[in-house]
């Protein structure tokens, strides 16, 4: 039986994830240029777009840890018992972990990005500098692959579940049986 315990802080972990992502795509750094006496710079608005970023990154990594470490990664631990729960948990883990890494670099790429500025400066008859800022979307599509992995990671963890009650029977052998020798 699936432990409604974890699936309800791995679903409160993807929510705030979520919020963290969307408040980031909202929070991107934009500039303006600036122009002093001789020269045109630019400036940019805060930076808290990138610690939204970071910290919707870590919730969705504890998230993915905590389901991963509940079902034993697949990997570990004793055999599912053959069936349709099996099949779903093998092509929801591997679904699950795509959604993630998609999710964990947009979040990441967008993060790292929204942070760089540009440093130059340019002289009045130059042309003005380019600021470079963070494209719109990316904060955005993260948060699309958040939710699609909290759907998926807890679908995993309940096919799991249900392919993990019980055990596997043990094999009966008609064959000859060998005692110890007295």
Known sequence: MASTL?????????????????????RRATATINRDAEYNYCVYESDVATGLGVGSFLFLLASQLLIMFAS????????????????????????CWVTFIIAEVCLLAASVR???????RTYLAQHP???????????????????FTGIVSELF???????????????????????AFR
């Open 157 to 179: 963890y309940v096919s799991y579940s249900k392919a993990d009650e019980g055990s596997i029977p043990p094999r009966m052998d008609g064959g000859i049986r060998m005692n």
């Open 114 to 120: 929204n942070a760089y500025h540009t440093k130059y």
């Open 6 to 26: 974890l699936l309800v802080v791995v679903f409160v972990f993807d929510l705030i994830a979520f919020g963290l992502a969307v408040a980031a795509e909202q």
């Open 72 to 95: 034993r990664c697949l990997c570990c631990g004793s055999a599912l018992r053959p069936g349709k729960p099996r099949a779903w948990a093998i092509l929801l883990f591997i679904t």
């Open 129 to 147: 500098p380019s600021c470079e800022v963070l494209r719109k979307g990316v904060f955005g599509a993260g948060a699309a692959f958040i939710v």
